[in-house]
């Protein structure tokens, strides 16, 4: 039995695949970044290290490793940047989550979720988040203790920031975008790529320190 959450998922993906396939998909591809192979019908796109390949009309997901399943949350959220994508050039000028029209309701939801779990898990040897980073195709970034840029989609980029803590006060963080982000995805898909990354970034930490440890 499919839970609500799956069925919401089922229908945003429907819409979404619908809403493009009305659309002008050469345009789409040039706009967002992604590749359209005309006489295969295939586009490609890099999903957070990960080329992903999408028949076309159908929309049909295929991971560049056969035997992994492309989860659902993924598919909306790349078809929502195909869909949505306006071509803008990244600014190189970096905004918090706070900063971005009608981000208020999910303030609360997006620190749970992303920095604070963020910190939790690297807090404490914020240094470890470079080499989580590193396995998803980010980088090192020259903001707070440590930083970290993380190549998530052709032209969107999350930067990665962590302050170490002292005798006074605890370790904290935050997650910054280029201030285009908004012409490249709603808040709500902000928040689901966060997470998605934050996620990554934490799985890493916690099997480093499984090898570390022995285990």
Not at 113 to 127: A, C, H, N, S, W
Not at 133 to 154: F, R
Request: net charge neutral; aromatic share 8%.
């Amino acid at each position: 039995m499919r839970s609500p959450e799956q069925d919401n998922y089922q229908t945003a993906f429907n819409l979404v695949r619908q809403r493009l396939k009305q659309a002008d998909i050469s345009e789409r591809c040039r706009k967002s970044g992604a590749v359209y192979q005309l006489q295969e019908g295939i586009i490609t796109i890099k999903f957070i290290s990960r080329p992903y390949l999408i028949q076309w009309p159908g929309l049909d997901f295929a991971s560049s490793a056969p035997e992994e399943e492309v989860p659902l949350r993924d598919k909306i959220l790349i078809l929502h940047y195909l869909s949505k994508a306006s071509g803008i050039p990244p600014s190189g000028k970096l905004i918090a989550f706070a900063q971005l029209p009608g981000c208020e309701p999910y303030l609360p939801v997006f620190q749970k979720r992303t920095i604070d779990r963020l910190v939790r898990t690297f807090g404490k040897q914020p240094e470890n988040l470079i080499a989580a980073a590193q396995t998803i195709g980010g980088s090192k970034a020259q903001y707070g203790d440590v930083g970290v840029v993380i190549p998530a989609l052709p032209k969107v980029s999350v930067t990665f920031i962590l302050w170490r803590g002292d005798d006074e006060f605890p370790p904290s963080g935050n997650i910054l975008f280029d201030r285009t982000v908004e012409n490249y995805l709603d808040v709500e898909d902000i928040i689901v790529l966060s997470e998605i990354i934050v996620g990554e970034l934490c799985r890493h930490a916690m099997k480093t320190s499984r090898t570390e440890e022995g285990i």
